[in-house]
């Protein structure tokens, strides 16, 4: 398949960009680079790795083997563990792995150990093409090696109905989760994973790992690092979940405050939304401010043209529009353009965003093996440092985290009020855990008076990461004495599915124990599209600037023609990349995109559609595998004179923004006119 790269990269974070968010109906997921390239690594002259040849992995008496489901795997299957370490002969718990050979000849190095986080996610089913794909340059020496943790995937995956299927209210389907597991509510602790992989580890006959964290992944790591660093040959954490005893309500303090920066970067960096945003922060903190006071209702779309009745209050502005953000980015490049919208009248920019981002608390989480919302609550309410006791009452809970939330600063979670981040749907591992119960102490993710090895350790996290932002992950580094902090710009979270750069320097990290050269992370990869305005008419748009190197008859009012033209088809575009491929324009008329053409990677075709609403746009884009743009439009409204816009260039594309080219006519005038591609 021509698009393997980008598939591979969609599938992965759909399943790993679970953590830190309600593990129901969240939006969709960031798309990326659609054919991310292998990573090259230099490799190292001298052969000293090679010291540390292991034995080669055996089968041991405890695993009992599985059919492997790809034939690249060597030895799949179940290695039993104590459900309760305290209680090591009583009920065992099936924790189930995948082993994929080095494929040069002596002995492995290392087993990578991989878990991309969630938590909850299935590590095999849900990541096992990724992380071939990620590894591959280290696959010559390193075996790779995928474990589900307990309670998720194929390791005896929590199953709790209600929670599971949205079949009850949430308190009760918690409520009833807890008691189905009795005691073992509180045995899948992050502390409990860790012991399970060094179990795993020794069954198989590795002395050594390098650990690949990521996310909620990167609280695993931790947490083997503390206790068996001697058997840890490097890791690697992206984006890791915070710092072993940061209590809830801090850990939503810097998600907070890396929200406006994700807004105020993005926009920044794109020549279309930093031409009319001259403060980003302003604009932001205005529209909060107006939301809190006058909430906005209205009718609008989803991203597949779905009608939806959404009132816009700050709980809907921080989660359905700014926290979890769709596409690449696409409701955070468009928030500030929204704002601007709203205070001159026009609501329906900001209303659809709040459509498409919409989820719901309660809802059906499908195949437990694939994620498990039990294994949710149970790993990270039992992880979480709460401001309530555990042993009270839930009304008592509630009561001691409304205190808490009271003693905060007014302004601790500005630009936004104290309520909307406390609320259940922010405050994810805070009040949804209300109901959950705590029979017996869980084992932490660190425990008390550890000292962190020596190991090589590299931390990654993006500027643009709202969801482990790196005020976090920079405090997670100074756990680890040997540790080098990487900041990649214009990355969300967990960097591997935004940039090759972040790839690169994982693959050469672990191939070297060593960053070398992290220069490529200054520099933006991609920069992600964001607008501007959304003029309610074409007189309100910014024009096209004219080509020098064509010939250009039109004026001024036809050059912003031609922007909204651009810009309606983009629109379509970005609305099929997060929606099913059909949908309706901002102003009206349709679209319906095909992904995995013989010649394009998708073809948008726009039927009446408006971006402005006197401007009528009807042709077709197509999306090429390189990235090309080349697109054939027809305008016609009040307006515009009426003709037709041929546009070529690169969307999405690595490296510097630069313009499309647009030519044609307009009124019987010939044109040349550019318009920068983000």
Not at 3 to 13: A, D, E, R, W
Not at 403 to 416: N, T
Not at 599 to 611: K, M, Y
Not at 634 to 651: D, Q, R
């Amino acid at each position: 398949m021509k698009c393997i790269g980008k598939l591979l990269l969609v599938f992965y974070v759909s399943a790993a960009l679970a953590q830190a968010q309600t593990p129901r109906h969240a939006p969709d997921t960031p798309t990326f680079p659609r054919t991310p390239l292998a990573p090259q690594i230099a490799r190292p002259q001298s052969q000293s790795l090679r010291t540390l040849a292991l034995p080669a992995p055996k089968t041991a008496a405890t695993v009992t083997p599985a059919a492997c489901p790809e034939p690249t795997a060597s030895l799949c299957g179940f290695i039993p563990v104590p459900l309760d370490r305290e209680h090591p002969n009583g009920a065992q718990i099936q924790i189930y792995f995948e082993l994929y050979p080095h494929t040069g000849g002596g002995t492995a190095e290392s087993a990578i150990l991989v878990n991309f986080g969630g938590p909850a996610v299935a590590t095999t089913i849900g990541e096992r093409d990724f992380a071939q794909f990620l590894f591959a340059p280290n696959l010559d020496v390193h075996d790779l090696l995928l474990i589900d943790n307990r309670g998720s995937g194929l390791s005896t995956a929590i199953d709790c109905e209600e929670l599971q299927h949205g079949t009850a209210g949430f308190a009760k389907s918690e409520v009833d989760c807890t008691a189905q597991l009795g005691v073992a509510a509180s045995r899948y602790a992050t502390g409990d994973i860790a012991e399970d992989m060094e179990a795993v580890r020794v069954a198989l006959g590795y002395d050594l790992v390098d650990y690949y964290g990521a996310s909620y992944g990167g609280a695993d790591a931790t947490a083997y690092a503390a206790r068996y660093g001697d058997h840890l040959r490097s890791a690697v954490l992206d984006a890791p979940l915070s710092t072993p005893g940061m209590n809830e309500l801090l850990r939503l303090h810097f998600r907070t405050h890396a929200d406006p920066r994700m807004v105020r970067l993005d926009c920044v960096r794109s020549p279309l939304c930093s031409a009319d945003q001259s403060d980003p922060n302003d604009t932001l903190a205005g529209l909060i401010k107006s939301i809190q006071q006058h909430p906005v209702e209205g009718d609008s779309h989803d991203a597949s043209g779905n009608p939806v009745h959404v009132r816009i209050d700050e709980d809907a502005v921080l989660n359905f529009v700014i926290t979890y953000p769709t596409g690449s980015f696409v409701s955070t490049g468009e928030i500030l353009a929204s704002a601007k919208a709203l205070k001159n009248g026009d609501p329906a920019p900001l209303l659809r965003l709040d459509a498409e981002g919409f989820f719901t608390l309660v809802g059906d989480s499908g195949d437990p093996t694939v994620f498990s919302a039990g294994d949710f609550y149970a790993n990270t309410c039992m992880d979480a440092i709460e401001p309530w006791d555990w042993s009270q009452p839930i009304s008592q809970r509630m009561e001691q985290y409304d205190d808490a939330v009271a003693e905060l600063p007014s302004d601790y979670y500005a630009p936004f009020s104290k309520s909307a981040p406390t609320g259940i749907l922010f405050s994810d591992v805070g009040r949804q855990c209300f109901w959950w119960q705590r029979p017996t102490a869980p084992s932490p993710i660190v425990p008390p008076h550890t000292t962190f090895p020596h190991t090589p350790t590299l931390v990654l996290d993006g500027d643009m990461d709202n969801r482990v932002p790196y005020e976090e992950t920079n405090e997670v580094a100074e756990l680890f004495p040997n540790s080098t902090a990487v900041i990649v710009e214009e990355a969300g979270h967990e960097t591997v599915g935004w940039t090759q750069c972040a790839r690169n320097l994982v693959a050469q990290f672990i191939e070297n124990l060593q960053p070398g050269d992290t220069s490529c992370a200054n520099t933006p990869e991609t920069v992600w599209p964001a607008v501007g305005r959304f003029p309610f008419l074409v007189a309100d748009a910014r024009p096209a600037e004219v080509d020098s190197s064509g010939t250009n008859q039109i004026g001024l009012a036809e050059r912003k023609t031609v922007s909204v033209a651009v810009a309606t088809a983009f629109d379509a575009l970005q609305r099929s990349l997060i929606g099913s491929g059909s949908g309706v324009g901002l102003r009206g008329g349709s679209f319906q995109t095909v992904f995995e053409g013989a010649t394009f990677f998708s073809t948008t075709t726009l039927t009446n559609c408006s971006f402005s609403t006197d401007l009528i746009v009807n042709g077709t884009l197509n999306w090429g595998y390189d990235n090309s743009i080349v697109a054939d439009l027809t305008v016609s409204g009040p307006g515009t004179a009426g003709g037709s816009l041929h546009i070529t260039g690169f969307w999405e594309n690595p490296g510097p923004v630069g313009n499309f080219s647009v030519t044609g006519s307009l009124g019987g005038k010939q044109f040349a006119v550019l318009v920068p591609e983000a």
